[in-house]
């Protein structure tokens, strides 16, 4: 044992009386080592010790925890590592002792992934942190404790980025910033190696910008990140911090949406997606997110190459527009110039774009007043038809998918849509839905002697009763669809050639779509070959073979139903005689090479009956192709469902009960025979509650087409340019698409509004005679006003080829015109006729809420509480008596002022015979605009009429923009010459979301001015009136060219309505 010199003697055992409960650590250090250190050394580590136990007066903690680990680094590292270490901690202990002993105490665990070298920078990052606070302390022994976890998946330098994002969050939750500190490594497990550092930066600009969404970044964001490559992450990251910049907190959350879209991506086009981010982020980041969440729902319809061209115009598009004046509505499809580039330079063909020439050309084909309705509105139903992009009818409307895309032209694609719109059109004109059960001469050949008795309660439709024949029910319907279909398909060939070149590329494209039949059972392979038949596939025949007879009979048959005077009857016919040949097939067995064959089994002796088959490719190899037994264009038939429904459409119209009721036997009965309902399996119960839920469907389903066919008789004639979808059910009431002018990007948002058009409310007819009442000599006045209006004094009518007079200037012009060797017109004659008025016009009514306010003057501002003069007790009694007995309606409201200026305006105008509307709108939110219908334009006034002008009240908002769109539509169906559109508000448009934020105020104003200048342009005359005093305020940005008037007096507004509609109508 080394014996020490007195000098160290002496540190030692001062050292040890200055901190006597450190002393038998330290003397064991000492001994263990004594022999390997130098006297210097010895000095050097006593006096650090020492200095490290005065620094403050819980400084002994921070050096025993140094004593404890002393051994094991100095035995793992050296003494200048144990120096080195000492020397951080008491740096560290003029903070906090604590702080201090936390890091001697992990020390070890950080020296793992950090080098000596290193300490003095990682104690300047723990500096950053460490304070004298407990908050501070607590955060920074956490940052300590964590840093061996970090420093597993960070660099040293990174750590900074953490102490920053540690310090925000602590600014504003020390337990949020502490959480997040802990469960950051966890997050950090997810991130792949080259991408964390970015991370990182993402997380600290998070915290910046929006602290509370670092938790979900840490538990959400992660774990979406995990399986991508690095350099797709960095770009992701980058753009969302530069969007996080720019526009704050809000960005998070489209962040995520982006990032959840983006998964979702094949991962051969996620790097395309990402790099193209990136381009857009150059010139707008916000726009690049915008991409990144629309682009998954683009990739499953349109190829790159279409979505490359799409992209360079907008970013071409973001490039070139000011900062000041950026919007994000191209890449987000909010703009109908970004819907028509990537419209136009894709394949693709959408139904909301060739719907009206669609219905067009159906009504011409069938001479029936059809129209074509997107399958998901029948699919959402629930009353039978269930499979995706369905192609059927209903018997009343055609149902088409919302896209086709399956061949890589436009045109074919168009011309696909025009053969599932004709092949479900021809059902209708050709009698697929108008069979009538009887026994033929062929169903009689098997059934002479087992007639059965079929009766209408047994089996409510003709399909049913015709079906009941059959054993497997399921094979019959198929085979009568396939029969059916071949007839319609022959007879529209015949009599429209025109679609024959259309008809074969469906055909054709079909045939390449089906399963090869290698496997299929005996049946099915039969089957397959009767459909590819029909689709103009012809094989050649083994005559030899023992099934070559029953499939020559197979085609004779489907021949037959080739000639134009075939019915749905012979359809039935040739499905009958096909069940009994594929019937007679299914029982077969014959011999081959002395051996019995059981065909129902052995299907290489089947395949011999086509030689051709051998090197025939048109099939699909891929065995897990899962193809609609049925070629898709023809859709999906259900005759027995369209039938019932028929049926009960007709009860109901018979008893005038509209939806209101089914039969519940009859439904019962149907549901249990039909084989286009798949209910399977069902206890009573179940099928009873199957059977109500279905009546539910289907009764709503009829009352909405009653209604909806209501409402289109007001709008089958509406403009298609602002109209974009034909009208759609929703909730009982027709709903109308409109665009939406932003003036930000100078375009349309593309389908943004839906009004709601809705029968107004019904009040007291009373009403109605009381306003006639209280402004007789107002409304007397304005007929006699309106009397001049009427068209009393001749006009003369210049330029006829026959009259009463000549006109001399017209008659020179002609003479010169025939002398100069012209061939002019005889119209030189004259004629004096009573001019006609020819004007419509709307009025619109704001139903705001904010009509309901009572108007200034109205209100009894007199007080007579002195009057009383009884027993106090009995005081409120009297008050409440008083105040029943006052008229309620002294108290009037704007709403009442705009309902009696209604009232006085129909009045006059139904003396002069100008055709006129009366609407009202309100709503709340772009997909609510709420259009109520007091009397349309023409429609005669009745007392229905007056009892909803005095139920007119008080609702939500005012969009005006979408009300205004729709009631030019409404006056553009009319072949008036003189076309007028009157507006009365009482205040400015506002609504939920009608701008960018929630108090701007330009956006709403902008877009209604650009729907009165759409007005403009069909030739209608839009005039506002506003009961606002402060209307000046915007009605001159609003209206600038278009004639508007702001009525102070609102009690006046009856007389100033009548009067300006005079003014407005004869110029």
């Not at 460490?130 to 990174?158: P, R």
Request: charged share 25%; aromatic share 10%; proline share 3%.
């Amino acid at each position: 044992m080394q014996v020490l010199p007195k000098r160290i003697i002496d540190l030692q055992i001062n050292f040890i009386a200055s901190a006597p409960s450190i002393g038998e650590e330290f003397n064991i250090f000492i001994t263990n080592h004594e022999q390997f250190l130098t006297d210097q050394e010895i000095i050097d580590f006593v006096n650090l010790c020492n200095h490290i136990s005065e620094s403050s007066l819980r400084a002994w903690e921070a050096t025993s925890a140094y004593l404890k680990i002393a051994s094991t680094l100095f035995t793992k590292y050296d003494f200048q590592t144990l120096m080195n270490v000492g020397k951080i901690a008491d740096k560290l202990c003029q903070d906090s002792p604590i702080i201090a002993a936390c890091f001697l105490l992990e020390s070890l665990r950080i020296l793992h992934f950090i080098s000596i070298k290193e300490l003095e920078k990682f104690y300047s990052i723990i500096k950053e942190l460490s304070h004298s606070g407990w908050k501070e302390i607590a955060l920074t022994n956490t940052l300590i404790i964590k840093s061996s976890n970090l420093l597993q998946y960070i660099k040293l330098e990174d750590l900074k980025t953490v102490v920053v994002f540690s310090k925000l969050l602590s600014e504003k939750s020390h337990e949020f910033a502490m959480n997040n500190l802990e469960n950051l490594s966890d997050a950090l497990v997810d991130i792949p190696e080259y991408s964390r550092k970015k991370y990182l930066d993402f997380i600290n600009t998070l915290a910046l910008v929006s602290w509370p969404d670092v938790g979900n970044a840490l538990g959400e964001v992660a774990p979406i990140l995990k399986n991508q490559k690095s350099k797709t992450i960095n770009i992701l990251l980058n753009i969302v911090i530069e969007v996080l910049h720019l526009e704050g907190r809000k960005s998070y959350e489209i962040f995520v949406a982006s990032l959840n879209n983006f998964l979702n991506i094949n991962d051969k086009f996620q790097y395309w997606v990402a790099s193209s981010a990136k381009k857009i982020s150059k010139h707008n980041p916000a726009s690049a997110l915008d991409f990144i969440e629309t682009i998954p729902n683009l990739i499953n319809n349109f190829s790159r190459d279409d979505l490359s061209l799409w992209l360079n115009e907008g970013i071409n598009i973001t490039a070139n527009r000011l900062k000041d004046n950026e919007d994000n509505a191209y890449f987000k499809l909010e703009s109908a110039f970004s819907l028509n580039i990537l419209y136009n330079s894709s394949s693709i063909e959408l139904l909301e774009r060739k719907k009206s020439i669609l219905q067009k050309y159906c009504r011409g084909l069938s001479g029936v007043d059809i129209s074509i309705i997107d399958s998901e509105d029948l699919i959402y139903k629930k009353i039978g038809w269930d499979s995706d992009d369905l192609i059927s009818t209903d018997g009343y409307r055609i149902y088409l998918p919302k896209i086709v895309n399956i061949f890589n032209f436009k045109k074919d694609n168009f011309n696909a849509y025009k053969v599932y719109a004709t092949h479900q059109s021809a059902r209708i004109e050709f009698g697929s839905f108008t069979y009538k059960f009887k026994f033929t001469k062929v169903i009689k050949k098997s059934y002479t002697s087992n007639k059965k008795l079929i009766t209408d309660s047994e089996f409510p439709t003709e399909i049913q009763k015709f079906f009941s024949l059959f054993e497997n029910k399921a094979l019959i319907s198929l085979l009568f669809s396939i029969t059916e279909d071949y007839r319609i398909d022959c007879i529209t060939m015949k009599k429209y050639p025109g679609l024959n070149h259309s008809y074969k590329m469906m055909k054709d494209y079909e045939l390449s779509q089906r399963l090869n039949v290698d496997r299929m059972p005996l049946i099915e392979m039969i089957i397959e070959y009767v459909i590819r038949f029909t689709l103009g596939k012809k094989y050649n025949l083994n005559r030899q073979h023992p099934l070559s007879v029953y499939y020559l009979k197979i085609i004779l048959l489907l021949e037959s139903l080739s000639s134009n005077k075939s019915s749905i009857s012979d359809s039935a016919d040739v499905a009958f005689q096909l069940y009994t040949i594929i019937d007679n097939i299914s029982t077969l067995s014959f011999k081959k090479s002395n051996n019995k064959l059981d065909i129902n089994k052995d299907l290489s002796d089947t395949a011999q009956l086509f030689p051709s088959l051998n090197s025939d490719n048109d099939g699909n190899n891929d065995k897990n192709a899962l193809p609609s037994v049925l070629p898709k264009f023809r859709g999906d038939f259900k005759p027995d469902l369209v039938e019932f429904i028929v049926k009960i459409k007709k009860n109901q119209d018979i008893k005038n009960e509209g939806g209101s009721s089914i039969d519940p036997e009859l439904l019962a009965q149907f549901l249990k025979n039909t084989n286009e309902i798949n209910i399977g399996e069902l206890t009573d119960g179940e099928f009873e509650d199957f059977s109500n839920l279905f009546a539910n469907n289907l009764s709503e389903y009829l009352e909405e087409n009653n209604q909806k066919s209501n409402a289109i008789k007001r709008v089958k004639n509406l403009s298609k340019d602002t109209l974009i979808n034909s009208p759609v059910a929703n909730h009982n009431n027709m709903s109308f698409l409109y665009h939406e002018w932003n003036f930000r990007s100078k375009d349309y948002k593309p389908d943004w509004c839906r009004v709601i058009e809705k029968d107004a409310d019904i009040g007291d007819f009373d009403y109605y005679e009381k306003v006639l009442s209280d402004h007789a000599s107002l409304i007397k006045e304005t007929k006699k006003k309106f009397e001049f209006l009427k068209p009393e004094a001749l006009k003369k009518e210049r330029r006829l080829e026959d009259g009463d007079d000549i006109d001399l200037d017209r008659l020179v012009d002609f003479f010169a015109d025939k002398l100069a060797g012209y061939t002019p017109e005889v119209d030189f004659y004259s004629k004096r006729n009573k001019s006609k008025r020819d004007v419509s016009v709307a009025l619109l009514l704001d139903m705001s809420a904010s009509t309901d306010e009572i108007i200034e003057g109205n209100i009894n501002t007199v007080t007579d509480y002195n009057q009383y003069s009884g027993d106090p007790s009995t005081y409120f009694r009297w008050l409440a008596s008083r105040d029943s007995s006052k008229n309620v309606n002294s108290f009037k409201r704007i709403i009442d002022i705009e309902k009696e200026s209604t009232i006085v305006l129909s009045e006059a105008l139904e003396s002069i015979g100008d055709s006129y509307g009366l609407f009202g709108f309100s709503g709340y939110g772009k997909d609510n605009v709420e259009f109520f219908i007091i009397k349309d334009i023409d429609e005669p006034i009745n007392d229905e009429v007056k009892k909803k002008i005095a139920g007119i009240q008080p609702v939500r908002s005012t969009r005006m923009g979408p009300a205004i769109r729709h009631t030019i539509n409404k006056l553009d169906s009319m072949n008036s010459k003189v076309k007028i559109m009157i507006l009365i508000s009482d205040g400015r448009p506002q609504d939920h979301e009608y701008g960018k934020e929630r108090t701007e105020k330009e956006y709403a104003i902008r877009d209604t001015r650009q729907a009165l200048l759409e007005a403009k342009h069909k030739g209608i005359v839009p005039f506002l009136i506003t009961v606002d005093k402060d209307g000046n305020d915007y009605l001159k940005d609003m209206c600038s060219d278009i004639g508007y008037e702001i009525v102070s007096d609102i009690d006046s507004l009856p007389e100033r309505l009548a009067n300006l509609y005079r003014n407005i109508s004869v110029k």
